[in-house]
Structures are given as structure tokens and as C-alpha cells.
């Protein structure tokens, strides 16, 4: 998917929100696990739910990874799923990847051509010939991390370089890479504070908000400091969507919950004449 | 495995050498994509031709991702059977994961359990809590990228901070994580020359050295400033040896290359008396 067909889904459902399918079979339902994929099928329920509320959906690799063979099963089915009733959504792999040269190929192909995901997360810290290879394809993005949502972002990602924190180094960087116009920054909604900095290294670039809900972050703030003339936010949530019952009504519980947050943005766009 | 065991195996073999696991379909001998599971196939004859003189192995997950479903249940059988037929081997999953707390416990569960590799590669940036709960599981291994071998190391792994380059900081921080025991780190070898300074700040630890061989790094250099009194290094070799040749003796020559590299491995540990 392009950016302008991104775009153009925000302003037509007046949201950015992005729902993100960590599925856990210790969470869903009870009366799903008698089902013969239970993964797949609260995920197909969630997606049905909240998709009229929502422009993306991010599995985390690690939920399906935990599965083995089943989990793999499981997400090639959602992301087929997505691809085949759902095409104007944006598709996010949050994998977190990154090696070096033909191995991010490797892991390129694998999300893009195998999966057939839009995007995918990768981690900077091998540097450009670790993220490139996931630059090379038309209409796919990088979802590079810059300052992350947990209290471990501050070990190394906000440490003082000799000018510098490493964070705006990675995004400054970052933006000399070959077609870093397909790059999207992960910025944790819980360092909102942080936004007017990020803006300045990266003005126009769609960044991945995660922590709004579970892990506190405004959402409010995130628009105030971080919002473009083309919106250039996806705000994820995942905990807070997906389990917000766990009854039989999970589904109706999830896509009011979504339903919630579009409301929010809605007023954000509106607040900043987007809409 | 723990690490006596790993130490016992390294001076029992005089070899601390790794091979690597990158199956690429495309590089396998012809004859094998006959097989029903032409990378299961492949990896069997690598592992036995070439278990004499290694002491790990690494499947790259990237290599089978690429593949899907096929790929993956192609690791999963590898991974068995070296814990089946060969379980004094280190089994290493290449996969350099890392994040939030919650999805790394998924990914440890992953690679740790339902496959049961011995170790995996974790990527640094996201910090303690990405790191940790790798931590958690006992005779089990998390190998942190510090300094790697390719170019985009030089991006931000050697950048300075106030005080120190990145990857310095890493190492020092992760030996205050909990289970810090545990940790192993990822070292390029073409960097030989900075592993002085590293042996500073760990100098105990275990360290996996890629990059020796199609990268260009050199054993004997890695030896002289790396090696401790336990060995502390696992030397790792994959299109080096894999692919040595690709017709129907390439398990032979795969096993030619490595008995070369523990010939050479033989002689540092008789030069350092370890052996």
C-alpha cells in the first residue's frame, strides 16, 4: 500500500487507530479454544468487529512465534484474511527484525512476498545495510524503532551521544538511507514530551504510536505534538481492544472499545481541520 | 546446556567452532530438492558430515521464515534433531528478537521452549526489560549484539557517547541486567581489533564471532585478544562451510572446511595451553 492510499483510508474513517492482534491463548475466550484454529478465529472476530473503526492491524510476531507450526498457520490465515476482505487496511508485521545484508532480504521476503504484509518493524541497531533491504520494495515500509514505549528505552536509546541522543541519531540517519521515503518511525506514545523533537528530524514521516491505553500514554498529547498536514500518525492499541471482555461478546466489547478511540481521533482531526 | 558443559564439549572437540545454518534454496546441491523436505535434507548432511569438528549450530531464522510454513516446520525438525542425535551440541537460534517485556517472555518461550534451542541472538536497543526475561530460564543463553561484523555497525554500535562508544555501554549495562550470567555477546570478527577493549569490560563472557572466513575476519586475530582462560568464544562459519560445494559431495566438503577451521582452532587452544 502507498502512503496517499493511507492517507486517504485516515481521512475517510476520521481515525488512525491501529489494532494490534497480540493473540494469547491464555486471554481469548474460552469458548473459542473448542474451535479448530482459536487464534485465527478471535482474530477473524476482532478484525470484523473493529475494522470499520480502525485504518491498520499489527500482529506481534512473538504471540504466533510462541505457537510454532500452529501460530505460523494462525497468521498466515489473518494476514490472508486482511489481504482478502479487507484490502484497504494497513498491514504491520511487528517483528522487530533486522540483519545483515542478505539476511534482511531474507526477512524482507518473508513479510513482504510470503506474508504479503505492508510493513514491518525493524530494529536500527545494525545499522543501514541491516534496514535498506527492506527499502526496496514498491509500496512497502520499514517501521524503523526510534524511542520506544518501555522503561528500557532508557538504557541506551535516550543516551547522550557527543551532540546528540542516540534516538535522534538513529532518525537522522536514518533519513539518508536509500528510499527512506518507505520508512515510518516507532515513537511510544508515553514519551509525548518527545514529539516536538522528533518532528524537527522527521516532519512529514508517519510514525507507529504504541502505549496509548495499557501503557498510559495521551493520546490527546500524541496529536498536539505529533500530528502533520497528512496526519502522520498510527496510534496502536492492543491489550486495550482485543481483551476488553472475555465473554461471549468479546467482539461487540472490542469494537466499542475501538469505536471509543476513533471517536477521540475524529475530534483530533477535526481539531487540526483535517477533516 | 550450561556453560561447563559448553566448555567440556569446546576442549573435548579442541574446536570452538559454530557452524551456520543459512539454508537458501537457491545454494543447495540440485539432487536435493527432490526431497520431500529439501532443507531438512540438507541440514541432516551438513550436521552429521560436519558434527566432528563443531561444537554449536546456528540456524539464521531469517532462512526460514523466507520459506513459511515449509521453512518453518524445516527448523523445527533440525532443531530436533540435533537434540535427538547430537545433544552435546550448543544450539543456537539466530534471531536477534528483543521486545517489550511481555512479547520477549514470547519469543523466550518461543525459541527456549517449544523448540528448545540452547541459545538465541537478542538485538539491544529496547534495553533491560526487552532483554531480561531471556534471562529467566536456566541453562538457557541470551547473546546480545554488541559490536557485529558488517558495515552498518559503524552507524551507531562505535558512535561515541559522552563518554563512551554505544556498544561499550552495552556491554556494560547488560552485565547489570538480572542473570547477567547468562548473557553471551555477538562480536564481529572483522572487528579483532576492538576486542581488547572488550575483554575489559567482559571478560568472562562467552563470545560468538561471525564473520570469519566470507567476511574476512581472521581466527588467529580473534584468538590472541579474545580467548580467555575458559576459551570464552564460539566461532561461527555458514556459507564458509555450507555451501563449500554444491554437488553431490557437498556434505563432504562441508565436513572438509570445518575439520580446516578446528585444525586452526586446534592449534590457538595448544598456543593458549588450554588445551
Known amino acids: 500500500m502507498n502512503i496517499a492510499a493511507l492517507i486517504a483510508q485516515i481521512k475517510k474513517k476520521q481515525s488512525f487507530l491501529c489494532v494490534g492482534l497480540d493473540t494469547d491463548l491464555d486471554k481469548i475466550p474460552k469458548h473459542l479454544l473448542r474451535e479448530e484454529d482459536p487464534?485465527?478465529?478471535f482474530n477473524k472476530a476482532i478484525i470484523d468487529a473493529t475494522q470499520?473503526?480502525?485504518v491498520a492491524y499489527k500482529p506481534n510476531i512473538a504471540f504466533y512465534e510462541a505457537y510454532g507450526l500452529e501460530g505460523w498457520k494462525a497468521l498466515e490465515k489473518t494476514i490472508g484474511y486482511l489481504n482478502t476482505k479487507y484490502p484497504e487496511q494497513f498491514t504491520i508485521a511487528d517483528a522487530k527484525r533486522g540483519d545483515i545484508g542478505n539476511t534482511s532480504t531474507r526477512y524482507a521476503k518473508a513479510f513482504f512476498e510470503t506474508l504479503n504484509f505492508d510493513s514491518i518493524t525493524i530494529a536500527p541497531y545494525m545499522g543501514k545495510d541491516s534496514v535498506e533491504p527492506f527499502l526496496e520494495f514498491e509500496d512497502k515500509h520499514a517501521i524503523l524503532l526510534?524511542?520506544?514505549?518501555?522503561?528500557?528505552?532508557?538504557?541506551?536509546?535516550t543516551k547522550r551521544l557527543k551532540n546528540e541522543e542516540l534516538y535522534k541519531e538513529v532518525l537522522a540517519t536514518a533519513t539518508t538511507y536509500k528510499n527512506a521515503e518507505r520508512l515510518m518511525f516507532v515513537v511510544g506514545a508515553t514519551k509525548a514530551n518527545y514529539l516536538t523533537d522528533i518532528r524537527k528530524i522527521v516532519p512529514n514521516s508517519f510514525l507507529l504510536v504504541p502505549g496509548v491505553g495499557a501503557q498510559g500514554g495521551s493520546l490527546k498529547e500524541v496529536c498536539t505534538y505529533g500530528m502533520t498536514d497528512n496526519v502522520g500518525l498510527l496510534v496502536n492499541s492492543s491489550r486495550g481492544i482485543i481483551?476488553?471482555?472475555n465473554g461471549n461478546d468479546f467482539a461487540q466489547a472490542a469494537a466499542a472499545k475501538a469505536k471509543a478511540l476513533q471517536t477521540e481521533m475524529k475530534a483530533e482531526l477535526k481539531r487540526a481541520n483535517l477533516v
Open 39 to 41: 487464534i485465527f478465529a
Open 52 to 54: 470499520a473503526y480502525c
Open 146 to 157: 526510534a524511542l520506544t514505549s518501555n522503561k528500557g528505552a532508557f538504557d541506551f536509546q
Open 243 to 245: 481483551y476488553a471482555e
